[in-house]
């Protein structure tokens, strides 16, 4: 009937648990526990199996109390991607001083450089039970589709996706790489130099960059270097030099 129909919907979105893991990743109960809070206790194969059981089910460990949960935690959690931390200082030093001024704590994270490690970061950070969530510089495709789920407010900043999954302040770095296309034409510069950061953001840039020169028959620009994040002037100096 009717009210079945509500009782099993509202059966499948409940949040998974820690025994849904482990029936996942085929161990106990204790031992996804170890993985979440003694990681070195355990083989790489046996905890590589439990990461993977909490990217698939969306599992958010449960930190605090069942009496404490009720109350609001007053945090927002910041997830921010791998880069040089002076490029998103601007976005954060502004960020936080809004939500001092409400009431709330911004709880920080880095998204880390191993993607295998990306859901499991996540779960972590939400596991305090913040009362929003923001990723700055985080490509969609990192974000787990888990969170829709938890109904948390979600802005996803510097972005601006295909898809969106809430709220977005962002930038599209397609339109940045074609203005700087079409500077490098306004000033008649003929060998033009790309030194990149090996991220998503870069690529679009350098790729729009690229098509507007090609367009007009310029050749592609030289690329002198592309390393990985999180970098900073030094590595940019290196790559001129």
Not at 1 to 16: H, N, W
Not at 38 to 63: H, Q
Not at 175 to 181: N, T
Request: charge should be positive.
């Amino acid at each position: 009937d009717g009210g079945g129909r509500t009782m099993k919907k509202a059966a499948a979105t409940l949040p998974a648990t820690l025994r849904d893991v482990a029936t996942a990743a085929n161990v106990s109960v204790a031992t996804v526990s170890r993985a979440l809070n003694l990681p070195d206790m355990l083989a790489p194969e046996t905890l590589e199996r439990v990461r993977t059981a909490i990217a698939e089910t969306g599992y958010v460990p449960t930190m605090i109390s069942a009496g404490v949960a009720t109350n609001r935690s007053r945090l927002v959690a910041v997830m921010l991607a791998q880069g040089p931390l002076q490029v998103f200082e601007a976005t954060l030093r502004a960020l936080t001083a809004r939500l001092n001024e409400h009431g709330y704590q911004a709880m920080l994270a880095l998204l880390p450089a191993d993607e295998r490690d990306h859901a499991l970061a996540f779960s972590q950070l939400l596991s305090r039970r913040p009362e929003s969530l923001a990723c700055i510089g985080v490509p969609p495709a990192v974000i787990p589709p888990s969170i829709r789920d938890l109904a948390l407010p979600l802005v996803q900043l510097w972005e601006l996706p295909q898809h969106r999954l809430d709220m977005v302040v962002g930038i599209n770095h397609q339109d940045i790489g074609a203005s700087l296309g079409r500077l490098v034409l306004q000033k008649g510069w003929r060998r033009p130099l790309v030194v990149q950061f090996a991220g998503t953001h870069s690529f679009d840039r350098r790729s729009a960059l690229t098509r507007c020169l090609v367009e007009v028959g310029r050749p592609e620009p030289m690329l002198s270097a592309t390393f990985a994040p999180p970098g900073g002037v030094a590595d940019g100096r290196r790559a001129l030099a």
